[in-house]
DNA sequence: TTGCCTGGCTAACGCTGTTAGCCTAGACTG
DNA sequence: CAGTCTAGGCTAACAGCGTTAGCCAGGCAA
């Protein structure tokens, strides 16, 4: 394992333990024994680092969302269950611009993967998709939802709505209860 | 207009114009003509301004939702045109917590109001809907979409789904081409 | 042996939010 | 009118941030 690899390994470590302002440079070199400055032998910067999380970070999502339960809600469960299992680096991976680069935008693709082999690879459900999933977790991360919210049953909401949406607009077997076009 | 009335206006003017990052307390003071530990007369610290500017922004999209055309698909327009037109206000206002407090909470249950009128009352259907809304907001506004996504589509796609669920599940009229029940 | 490169180090810079302590102008009070 | 209090400015300074410059030891190669 290269010595860069050690280096966003202790980052990620500290992220997921004591959160994202803990993650300093100083705090880092610590971590591997070592000053602030000699990290920059390994690493270009903080950015650098906090894109290669992110790129870790969708890596994750996309083997959670791989091994998902069957179909809609089985999707939508896997990334509720992994994001709230690991908040900061969601956080990390969605809150803020993604460095799009050769490896980023594979990661990215990767993840999005298990999404459109569901919904028969149409493009705009499975963004909307992600978009309901992705503010569902946002908010309930950011601690916006009041405290006595049921949100297992706003998710079901949610997955009521889309599965019916997606049974009508193409191939998606799903737990279909119901058959809608127009 | 009281001076800290005059320091959270400043630090909205900063934000708007200038982004997140340009919002230090020193740039604060500079445009108010004083000096930073002056700002400390008025305003306890920088996580309180912050904490203003997220109840100005909770009123601003309540104004705008309470606006907005008739039905559901108002409700969206209205919410994205928001957001798009105050990317680092929205930003600010929902990518990290909310500090809840008398003047917070009230802002909120303002904003939310108009969701709820249009949902009648259904708080779980209405948390799901500023789901979506938030989460494509969000990641559009994060630049996550490939830069050739058709936005319009995915948001269409994604409150055909909704009216639908709300069809389904209570007393809603929105534009009413189907109707569905399980 | 000599030279070079890798990977550590210290010192320092400019930035951040914030605190302590000083001072002055105006208002209020005896 | 004189005295006091306070509101609201100021400078100096601190600790912590990411980052750069420049030095130096150890190992490897010619």
Redesign the pocket.
Known sequence: MS?RDEVIDAAERILEAEGLS????????EEL??????????V????EIEAALQERALRQVGAALAAAGPGLRGLAAAYRSWATKHPRLYDLATRRPLRRDDTTVAAEAYAEEPLLAVLGGNRDTARALWGVAHGLVDLELAGRFPPDADLDATWDAAMRAFSREFLAAGPVADDADDSVRD
Request: glycine letters at 8%.
């Open positions: 010595r803990a993650l300093t440079m100083r705090r880092l070199g024994a070592m000053r602030a400055p000699s990290l920059y032998k390994h270009a910067g903080k950015p």
